[in-house]
Structures are given as structure tokens and as C-alpha cells.
């Protein structure tokens, strides 16, 4: 199984600043997704990146991949107090997705 | 999005019972469910593939026997634990996708928290 590994690991900023979170990972993917984790609750798939794309946009969210160095970021931007909840990305090929231990994003208020 | 409800949200049990959590696609067909389990501040772990109509798929380290998976239906995928210990108190999520394959979008359920004391 693939797996990503985000990084910061926990990220701390005001409401209004942008939030940037990455993930790599090590073997080839069809595609990459992120998700969110409110605090006791289930994961909400937040955006699908597939491998012949570059950049895509969702709302407040941008995501980018970069296949030759294996590698994606999440950038929220004008972050919200809502948005504090921990991300993880999922690189997906072949197997079932599988987590990292995600980046704990806290937007202060 | 599509739906997939998880129950119960929480189960308190005593040590040396069973507890069983439902995990319910409720407007697709999903061929193909996933059990993950999830400790505090810890990313979530593939516990196994539930597959419709036939035996689940394991991770390694996972017992079988002690987490029986049951996917009778297109739209239902059970996870029972088994003479339930401390241990086991964790955070339990059913995840499905809609074709019932592993690229695409995946739904999640609500969680389980089960507390066994």
C-alpha cells in the first residue's frame, strides 16, 4: 500500500493567513487525494489531483502535484477558524488508501 | 456526495463481549468497503477490504478472528469485534467508493469510539 507523508506535522496560524501543507510519497499513482479530519469525526474528501494534472482548484483550496518529484501541497487560502482539523493526503494507485499521520492545521481566531 | 452512515457514533462495552459496527452505503452500490482504526492523534490504519459476497482481505497484524467482517450486501459491511479487551478501545471508520474501486473518491463514515472497560 501507498502511503503519504505530510509535513508540518502540526501548523498553527491567524484567520486570514494562508495555510500550506505537503505530502510526498515514493511510487507512481493514478491520482492523489487530500482529506479532512474534524476532531472525533469521520474523513471528508476534500479534492482529487489525478497524475497527468498539474494544479487544481477547489474553492479556497488549491492543490499541486508534481510527479517527478512525487510530491503534492494543499494550500488553503483566507483561512477560517473551521478550517482547524487534521489533513491527510492519499496517494492512490492500485491498493486501498492509506494514511499518513496527517498535518494538524489550528487557525486562531 | 454520496453517504455512507457508520453505527453506532459511540459504544461503551464490558471486557469479553462482542460489538458490532454497521457501515451503510445509502445512495450507491459499493462492491468494495475498507475498516480503518484510528488511535488518538494517530493517522488512520487499513484494518481490512471488505469485500460483497466473499471473504474480507487483512492487513497484516490484523486478526481475523478477532475483527470478523461481514459484507452480505451491495450496501452493508459490518465489523464485529470479538470478546472485546481495553485494547481495543479505539476510533473505528468505514470508508466505501462508489464503483467499488480503489482510485476514486472515497466516502467516509461517522466513526465508531468504542470504549470497552
Known amino acids: 500500500s501507498q502511503q503519504g507523508e505530510e509535513d508540518p506535522q502540526a501548523l498553527s496560524i491567524q484567520e486570514g493567513e494562508n495555510a500550506t501543507m505537503n505530502c510526498s510519497y515514493k511510487t507512481s499513482i493514478n491520482n492523489l487525494q487530500w482529506y479532512r479530519q474534524n476532531s472525533g469525526r469521520g474523513l471528508v474528501h476534500l479534492i482529487l489531483?489525478?497524475?497527468?494534472?498539474r494544479e487544481k482548484h477547489s474553492g479556497r483550496l488549491r492543490v499541486t502535484l508534481d510527479t517527478s518529484k512525487k510530491s503534492s501541497s494543499l494550500l488553503i487560502t483566507a483561512s477560517r477558524a473551521a478550517d482547524t482539523a487534521s489533513y491527510f493526503c492519499a496517494p492512490s494507485g492500485n491498493t486501498p488508501l492509506v494514511f499518513g499521520k496527517g498535518t494538524r492545521l489550528s487557525v486562531i481566531a | 456526495g454520496a453517504v455512507v452512515s457508520q453505527h453506532p457514533s459511540r459504544v461503551i462495552c464490558k471486557s469479553g463481549t462482542s460489538v458490532k459496527i454497521e457501515c451503510r452505503s445509502l445512495?450507491?452500490?459499493?462492491?468494495?468497503m475498507f475498516w480503518y482504526r484510528q488511535f488518538p492523534k494517530q493517522s488512520l490504519m487499513l484494518m481490512a477490504t471488505?469485500?460483497?459476497?466473499?471473504?474480507?482481505?487483512?492487513e497484516q497484524g490484523v486478526e481475523k478472528d478477532k475483527f470478523l467482517i461481514n459484507h452480505a450486501s451491495l450496501t452493508l459491511s459490518t465489523l464485529t469485534v470479538t470478546s472485546a479487551h481495553p485494547e481495543d478501545s479505539s476510533f473505528y471508520i468505514c470508508?466505501?467508493?462508489?464503483?467499488?474501486?480503489?482510485?476514486?473518491?472515497?466516502?467516509f463514515g461517522q466513526g465508531t469510539r468504542l470504549t470497552v472497560v
Open positions: 489531483i489525478r497524475s497527468n494534472e
Open positions: 445512495d450507491f452500490q459499493a462492491t468494495t
Open positions: 471488505s469485500n460483497e459476497g466473499s471473504k474480507a482481505t487483512y
Open positions: 470508508s466505501a467508493s462508489r464503483q467499488g474501486g480503489m482510485n476514486t473518491e472515497a466516502f
